[in-house]
C-alpha cells in the first residue's frame, strides 16, 4: 500500500487535486440545485422558521396561472417562447452569413472580427441601458433617424407589441460575436480541397454551400442551436435593464420565466413558487436539449 | 520548555480577555438599514448619543445594503442564523415579515398603544396588524405638488400660484405644455403633468383623487377592494386623460416623470418630500415651489402618507438581554427629538406629531406643505405592495397603450386585487 510506483503516485495526486474543484461543485452548483427540486415542495419563506410542507401545491397554482388569460406567470412562459423562437434562428442565420463573409475577406481581417466580437464582451447591463436610450422616444437616435426621414415615430420599448422584439433585436446583436468565432472555426476546419472539387465539378455557389459548407459546419451548428437555445430560455438581465422598474412590461409583454423566478424568491419572498417556477424550466430546457440533440446530430457523408 | 512558556501564556490571555467581557457586561445587538447617506449618517449620529446614555449596550450599525438588496438579504440572513435585532422596513411590508414570524410584538409597557396612538401621526395605526403594534417609525413622508415656477412664468402664470384644484391642475397642465408639431403625447417638447403609475401616481390615485371623488380604496378591516367603484373609475379616468385626451405628458417620454421634473421638462409633478433631496443632489438649479395637493370639487384635501418604521426581531426575543437592550434602543430612535434631527439631516418629517408640528417646519416654503399633509394623510394597507401597484400600472397601461375604458380596466385590475386579498386574508380570524 505504501509502497506505490511514482507512476501510481502521480496519479493519486493528480486525482487529489481534480476532486477539489468537483467538491467545490458538488457543494456550490449540484447541491442548491437539487435543494430547488426539494424546495418546490414547501410553501418556502426564508424569512420564517417553518416552512410546511405543501406538495404539489406550487405545481398546481402554476398550472392554474397558466389557465388565467392576462396572468403574469403564462405571459413569463409565452414570452420565452417568443424568444427562442424567433431568437436563436435568428441570430444564427445572421451570424453565419456574417462569419462567410468574414471567411471571404483578406484584409482588416482582425479589425472586422473585432468589430463583431466586442459587443460580446461588454457587460450586459451597459448594453441594455445605451439601447434603452437609442430607443428612447424624443431623443433616442432611432427616433431622431426616423423624424430625419419623415417616417412615423415609433414607441418601442413601451409598446406592448413592439417592446419584445426591441429588446430581443439588442440580445441577437450582443450575442452575435460568439456565434460568429464558433461558425468561423467551423469554417476553417473544412479542408479547401472539397471546394476545389466541387470548382472542378462546376458546382454552383449555392450547391458548394448546401453540400459541402452546411453539412461539414453540423457541428459547429449543433453546438451553437443547443448553447444559444439555453441562453435564450435563461432570459434575464435585457429585461431587467431595458423595461420601466425591470418589470419586463408594459403589460408583461416582455417578462420572461427567469425574471418571474427573481420577483416571486427575492420581492415576494414566495421561494416555493421560484422553485417550482425553475423546475419547470429546468425540465423544459432539458427536453429542448435532447430533442435538438436528437433532430441536429445527423450523421454526414 | 519553550512550549510550556507558550501555552502559559497563551491561558493567561484568554483569562484575562475573558475577565473583560465579564465585567463590562456590553451587550451587542445590530441594526440594519438600507444604504443611503443621510439615513446612515443620522442614525450614526443617534447611535452616538444612545452609546452615551447607555454603556453597557453597543449598536452594530449594519448599512451596507443597497436599497434594491435590503429585502433579500434580510431574507439571506434569516437561514443563515444572523442579522439585526433592531431593523427598518417599509410599512407596507410588515404584513410579511409578522407572518414569516420574523418581528415580535413592540412591548406593551414600554409601547403602550395608548402613548403610540396619541403622540404619532395617525398613519401610523397602520402598524397595528393582528391586534399588535410591530413598527414604531422615526420619520413619515406625505405627498405634496411641485411645480417649475420658471415654466409657470414662460406660459405667462403667476410663478407664485400653484393650482389649487383639481380643475385647475387640469387647466394649467394643459396651458404648460408645449408641442414641436400637432398635439401628440410623441411630439411633447414640455410635460404639463405625466401620471407615473409606476412611481407615486397609484398612491395619489388610492389615497387622494379617490377620496375627492368620494370613494374609499377599501372596506374598514381591508378585506374589499372598493376602487373599482363608479368613483374610483371616474377618478382613474381624470388621471389618465392627461395622457389620453390632454395629452399633457407621458411616463414614457424624458426618461420617466420624475427625471423630467428634476431636469426641468415638467411644470407640475406629484411626489413625496424625499425627492427634495434629490433634487437637490441633481438640480440644485431647479426652480421650483412645493405645495399642498390640489383639493377635490367638494373641498376634501387628503394625501398618502408612508414611512420606514422599525421593529424588533425574534433574534433579539431569543435573548433576554438582547431583547431589553433593543427595547431601549428602539426608544431611543423613535422619540421627538429623533425625528427633530431626523427632518434636519434627512428631510424626512418627524413621525411624533410635537416635532411635526414645530412651527418652524410648518412654516418652511418646501417641508412645510408636506408636514400640514400629516394631518390628514391616510397610509394604504398592503397586503403586497409591488402586486396591488402592478394592478394599477397594468389598468393604466390597458387605458393608454390598449386604447380600454378606463372603468372596465380598472374592474379587472379590481377583480385581480380582490383574489389577492382574499388568498391574504384566508385562514385568518
Known amino acids: ?301 | 520548555m519553550n512550549k510550556v512558556r507558550l501555552m502559559l501564556m497563551l491561558v493567561g490571555l484568554l483569562a484575562l480577555s475573558g475577565a473583560a467581557l465579564a465585567d463590562g457586561h456590553v451587550v451587542e445587538i445590530e441594526y440594519w438599514q438600507y444604504n443611503f447617506g443621510a439615513r446612515v449618517d443620522a442614525m450614526n449620529a443617534l447611535i452616538e448619543q444612545f452609546h452615551e446614555a447607555n454603556p453597557d449596550v453597543r449598536v452594530v450599525h449594519n448599512s451596507d445594503i443597497p436599497y434594491a438588496n435590503f429585502r433579500d438579504e434580510l431574507a439571506a440572513s434569516a437561514p443563515a442564523g444572523v442579522g439585526p435585532d433592531v431593523v427598518t422596513l417599509f410599512y407596507g411590508w410588515i404584513p410579511a415579515f409578522v407572518d414569516a414570524g420574523y418581528l415580535v410584538p413592540l412591548p406593551a409597557e414600554d409601547f403602550p398603544e395608548e402613548w403610540i396612538e396619541s403622540h404619532f401621526s395617525p398613519m401610523v395605526a397602520n402598524s397595528k396588524f393582528e391586534g399588535s403594534y410591530w413598527a414604531v417609525p422615526t420619520a413619515v413622508r406625505s405627498l405634496a405638488l411641485f411645480w417649475n415656477k420658471d415654466i409657470f412664468e414662460a406660459a405667462g402664470l403667476d410663478p407664485e400660484a400653484p393650482p389649487t384644484t383639481l380643475d385647475e391642475f387640469v387647466e394649467i397642465a394643459i396651458a404648460t405644455t408645449t408641442y414641436d408639431g400637432d398635439a401628440e403625447i410623441m411630439n411633447i417638447t414640455q410635460q404639463g403633468y405625466a401620471p407615473q403609475l409606476s412611481g407615486q401616481a397609484h398612491h395619489w390615485f388610492r389615497e387622494v383623487l379617490l377620496r375627492q371623488h368620494g370613494g374609499v380604496p377599501y372596506n374598514e378591516d381591508n378585506t374589499e377592494v372598493l376602487w373599482g367603484s363608479d368613483e374610483g373609475c371616474a377618478a382613474f379616468a381624470w388621471l389618465a386623460s392627461f395622457e389620453t385626451e390632454h395629452k399633457t405628458g407621458s411616463n414614457d417620454l424624458f426618461n420617466g416623470a420624475t427625471e423630467s421634473f428634476i431636469t426641468g421638462t415638467a411644470a407640475l409633478h406629484i411626489d413625496g418630500s424625499f425627492r427634495l433631496g434629490t433634487i437637490a443632489r441633481n438640480n440644485p438649479e431647479l426652480n421650483y415651489g412645493v405645495a399642498e395637493l390640489p383639493v377635490g370639487p367638494n373641498g376634501e384635501r387628503s394625501t398618502f402618507g408612508s414611512y420606514w418604521t422599525h421593529g424588533i426581531t425574534r433574534r433579539a426575543a431569543g435573548d433576554e438581554a438582547r431583547m431589553d437592550a433593543a427595547t431601549r434602543f428602539l426608544q431611543f430612535i423613535t422619540t421627538a427629538e429623533a425625528g427633530a434631527l431626523w427632518v434636519d439631516m434627512v428631510g424626512e418629517l418627524p413621525a411624533q406629531l410635537e416635532s411635526a408640528g414645530d412651527p418652524d417646519l410648518v412654516a418652511d416654503s418646501r417641508l412645510g406643505p408636506f408636514a400640514a399633509g400629516l394631518e390628514y394623510a391616510h397610509a394604504t394597507f398592503f397586503a403586497d405592495e409591488s402586486q396591488q401597484r402592478q394592478h394599477l400600472i397594468d389598468a393604466f397601461d390597458l387605458i393608454r397603450l390598449g386604447g380600454m375604458d378606463a372603468c372596465d380596466a380598472l374592474a379587472e385590475g379590481a377583480a385581480l386585487e380582490q383574489a389577492l386579498l382574499d388568498d391574504f386574508w384566508a385562514g385568518r380570524g
Open chain 1, 1 to 301: 500500500m505504501f509502497h506505490m510506483t511514482v507512476a501510481r503516485r502521480k496519479m493519486l495526486w493528480a486525482y487529489i487535486f481534480l476532486a477539489i474543484p468537483i467538491v467545490f461543485f458538488a457543494v456550490i452548483r449540484i447541491y442548491p440545485a437539487f435543494f430547488a427540486f426539494a424546495m418546490s415542495l414547501f410553501d418556502y419563506n426564508p424569512l420564517a422558521i417553518d416552512q410546511p410542507y405543501v406538495g404539489l401545491e406550487n405545481y398546481e397554482t402554476l398550472l392554474a396561472e397558466m389557465n388565467k388569460p392576462r396572468s403574469v406567470t403564462r405571459a413569463a412562459f409565452i414570452n420565452t417562447a417568443g424568444y427562442i423562437i424567433l431568437g436563436m434562428p435568428l441570430q444564427l442565420l445572421i451570424a453565419l452569413l456574417i462569419a462567410l463573409m468574414l471567411n471571404e475577406i483578406r484584409s482588416f481581417v482582425t479589425l472586422f472580427r473585432l468589430a463583431f466580437f466586442l459587443p460580446f464582451v461588454t457587460s450586459t447591463i451597459a448594453v441594455s441601458w445605451v439601447f434603452r436610450w437609442l430607443y428612447q422616444p424624443q431623443f433616442g437616435l432611432f427616433n431622431v433617424l426616423l423624424k430625419a426621414f419623415e417616417l412615423p415615430q415609433q414607441p418601442f420599448l413601451n409598446n406592448p407589441k413592439q417592446a419584445l422584439a426591441s429588446i430581443l433585436a439588442v440580445v441577437i446583436w450582443q450575442g452575435l460575436g460568439f456565434a460568429v468565432v464558433i461558425f468561423l472555426a467551423g469554417l476553417k476546419h473544412i479542408p479547401r480541397v472539397y471546394y476545389e472539387a466541387a470548382r472542378v465539378d462546376g458546382a454552383t455557389r449555392w450547391q458548394t454551400f448546401r453540400n459541402i459548407t452546411l453539412p461539414l459546419l453540423n457541428p459547429s451548428i449543433v453546438y451553437l442551436v443547443v448553447l444559444q437555445s439555453i441562453s435564450f430560455l435563461r432570459m434575464f438581465a435585457p429585461v431587467l435593464a431595458m423595461t420601466d422598474q425591470g418589470d419586463g412590461g408594459p403589460l408583461n409583454s416582455t417578462t420572461t420565466v427567469v425574471l418571474r423566478v427573481y420577483r416571486e424568491a427575492f420581492q415576494r419572498l414566495n421561494m416555493g413558487y421560484a422553485a417550482a417556477l425553475t423546475v419547470v424550466l429546468f425540465c423544459i430546457i432539458l427536453l429542448v436539449t435532447i430533442f435538438q440533440l436528437r433532430v441536429t446530430t445527423r450523421r454526414t457523408n
